[in-house]
């Protein structure tokens, strides 16, 4: 599923718009780390937001950056803030991120990087959730399939609905910010689907580390899209 995809998608490289009016390529932008590899995360208190926000600007000029980006199938330690949410704490907890995270200030427009139909939108509300979503419906060579936009601004999400066109490089909704984008430091979380399994509004972005080549095949990469040389 996703290998066709992955194909169709590199195929249509350069069709491709951006998802966020910023240069992905930039000299500024910074892969950020948010495994257990990375010593910051150790002693954190991720379950408060604003030292969350704190360390994502640290790592970010630790490196002369003011974008951080990366993500995709990364087995991260950040979503213990929010074990109910991720997991019982009895079993296994979903740790596996199944999209691209790019860290950037709120009110950063979020643009549609191929024409569009909106496929359902939720609000997302929970701490440590998406906060308010957008999930876009696209169409290539006759195959749909899906991109998911996450931690969004609320008020964007009033000129939406479900069948709404949006037209390639049109922005659609913003970067929201933190507590209203599921209480987050800002950042959009990107994500291709090949097909939502009925879901609307939502869709796992993290998953059971032992479960990856289910999920890395119906979740392709989202750097397809985003195409940054830094992930």
Same mark, same amino acid.
């Given at each position: 599923?996703?290998?066709?995809?992955?194909e169709l998608l590199q195929r249509h490289a350069?069709?491709?718009?951006?998802?966020?009016?910023?240069?992905?390529?930039?000299?500024?932008?910074?892969?950020?780390?948010?495994?257990?590899?990375?010593?910051?995360?150790?002693?954190?208190?991720?379950?408060?937001?604003?030292?969350?926000?704190?360390?994502?600007?640290?790592?970010?000029?630790?490196?002369? %950056?003011?974008?951080? *980006?990366?993500?995709? +199938?990364?087995?991260? !330690?950040?979503?213990?803030?929010?074990?109910?949410? &991720? @997991? $019982?704490?009895?079993?296994?907890?979903?740790?596996?991120?199944?999209?691209?995270?790019?860290?950037?200030? %709120?009110?950063?427009? *979020?643009?549609?990087? +191929?024409?569009?139909? !909106?496929?359902?939108?939720?609000?997302?509300?929970? &701490? @440590? $959730?998406?906060?308010?979503?957008?999930?876009?419906?696209?169409?290539?060579?006759?195959?749909?399939?899906?991109?998911?936009?996450?931690?969004?601004?609320?008020?964007?999400?009033?000129?939406?609905?479900?069948?709404?066109?949006?037209?390639? @490089?049109?922005?659609?909704?913003?970067?929201?910010?933190?507590?209203?984008?599921?209480?987050?430091?800002?950042?959009?979380?990107?994500?291709?689907?090949?097909?939502?399994?009925?879901?609307?509004?939502?869709?796992?972005?993290?998953?059971?580390?032992?479960?990856?080549?289910?999920?890395?095949?119906?979740?392709?990469?989202?750097?397809?899209?985003?195409?940054?040389?830094?992930?």
């Amino acid at each position: 599923m996703a290998t066709f995809l992955t194909e169709l998608l590199q195929r249509h490289a350069a069709e491709f718009s951006p998802v966020l009016p910023v240069d992905l390529n930039g000299a500024d932008v910074a892969r950020l780390d948010f495994t257990a590899r990375n010593p910051r995360l150790q002693a954190a208190d991720l379950r408060n937001t604003a030292a969350f926000d704190e360390l994502v600007n640290e790592l970010l000029a630790a490196q002369n %950056a003011r974008i951080g *980006v990366g993500g995709y +199938l990364e087995n991260r !330690v950040i979503y213990r803030r929010s074990p109910t949410l &991720f @997991g $019982d704490v009895a079993l296994p907890a979903r740790s596996l991120h199944l999209g691209v995270d790019v860290w950037l200030p %709120a009110g950063t427009p *979020v643009l549609a990087p +191929l024409a569009a139909t !909106v496929h359902s939108l939720a609000d997302n509300a929970n &701490f @440590g $959730d998406y906060g308010p979503t957008v999930v876009l419906q696209h169409e290539l060579e006759g195959t749909t399939f899906y991109s998911l936009y996450g931690h969004l601004g609320r008020a964007g999400l009033v000129h939406l609905q479900a069948g709404q066109r949006i037209e390639k @490089g049109a922005a659609f909704a913003t970067v929201g910010p933190w507590p209203e984008n599921g209480d987050w430091p800002p950042h959009l979380h990107f994500q291709l689907v090949a097909d939502m399994q009925g879901r609307r509004g939502d869709f796992p972005g993290v998953a059971l580390p032992e479960e990856q080549a289910y999920w890395a095949e119906l979740c392709p990469n989202p750097n397809l899209v985003l195409q940054s040389r830094w992930l």
